[in-house]
C-alpha cells in the first residue's frame, strides 16, 4: 500500500540548474496535484491534472513545467531552478466522481528543495 | 475568490483536554471541507471530509462541523493526547471540479 511515492526526498540545486521532481500513485486515481508548502504561505497549488493527458495550472505556475507521463506518474520540472523556489513540494492524488472517496486527496511524503 | 483561515496559529494545551480548532471561510457556496494532519517533515492526511449537506462527521476522538451559513467548521478533539500534537490544516472544495484552498493551519502541541 504505497499510495503517493515522490523522488527524491532532498535536493540541493545551484541556481539555474535544472530538475525534475517525480511522482507516482498506485490508487488509480484520476487527478493529480502538485503543491508547494513555505513558512506562513501555506499550501499553494501549482499545477494539477484533472485525467491522463491533461494538465493546468494552479495559483503559482511560473518557473515550472509538468508531465502527465500516465494515469500513475505526475512530474515536475524545474528547467532554470532559483532561490525563490526552496521549498517543500507535495504531490497528491484524488479519485475523482460521485464515490465516498471522491475528491479525498492522498498525499506523499514531500520532496525539500533548496536552491543555493 | 475563497480565502480559509485558521487562527489562532499555534495552540498549547495540557493532556487530556477537549479542544477545538477553528476553521472560517469567506464564500459559503463550497462543495466540501476537508481537514487534515501534518506531522513535522511529513505529508499531509486526511482526517475528515464534511459534504455540503452534512453537519458534521466523527472519527474516534474527533468530531468536525461544518456551519455554511455563517462559513466555519470546527475541529473538535476529544481527551487530548500528546500524539494529537501535529499541524491541522483545513482545506474547502468550491465545486466538484475545482481545487482545494487551504488554509495555513494550526500547529497544536499537547503537553504530558
Known amino acids: 500500500n504505497a499510495g503517493v511515492t515522490q523522488t527524491p526526498k532532498f535536493q540541493v540545486l545551484k541556481t539555474g540548474q535544472s530538475m525534475t521532481l517525480q511522482c507516482a500513485q498506485d490508487?488509480?486515481?484520476?487527478?493529480m496535484y502538485w503543491y508547494r508548502q513555505d513558512p506562513g504561505m501555506g499550501l499553494r497549488l501549482i499545477y494539477y491534472s484533472a485525467s491522463e493527458g491533461t494538465t493546468d495550472k494552479g495559483e503559482v505556475p511560473n518557473g515550472y513545467n509538468v508531465s502527465r507521463l500516465n494515469k500513475r506518474e505526475f512530474s515536475l520540472r524545474l528547467e532554470s531552478a532559483a532561490p525563490s523556489q526552496t521549498s517543500v513540494y507535495f504531490c497528491?492524488?484524488?479519485?475523482?466522481?460521485?464515490?465516498?472517496?471522491?475528491?479525498?486527496?492522498?498525499f506523499g511524503a514531500g520532496s525539500r528543495l533548496t536552491v543555493l | 475568490k475563497q480565502e480559509v483561515t485558521q487562527i489562532p496559529a499555534a495552540l498549547s494545551v495540557p493532556e487530556g483536554e477537549n479542544l477545538v480548532l477553528n476553521c472560517s471561510f469567506t464564500d459559503s457556496a463550497i462543495y466540501n471541507l476537508q481537514w487534515f494532519r501534518q506531522d513535522p517533515g511529513k505529508g499531509l492526511t486526511s482526517l475528515l471530509l464534511?459534504?455540503?449537506?452534512?453537519r458534521e462527521q466523527t472519527s474516534g476522538r474527533l468530531n468536525a462541523s461544518l456551519d455554511k451559513s455563517s462559513g466555519r467548521s470546527t475541529l473538535y478533539i476529544a481527551a487530548s493526547q500528546p500524539g494529537d500534537s501535529a499541524t491541522y490544516l483545513c482545506a474547502v472544495l468550491p465545486g466538484a471540479n475545482s481545487k482545494l484552498t487551504f488554509g495555513k493551519g494550526i500547529t497544536l502541541s499537547v503537553r504530558p
Open positions: 497528491a492524488s484524488s479519485a475523482t466522481g460521485a464515490s465516498s472517496g471522491a475528491n479525498v486527496l492522498t
Open positions: 490508487m488509480n486515481h484520476n487527478s
Open positions: 464534511i459534504q455540503s449537506s452534512q
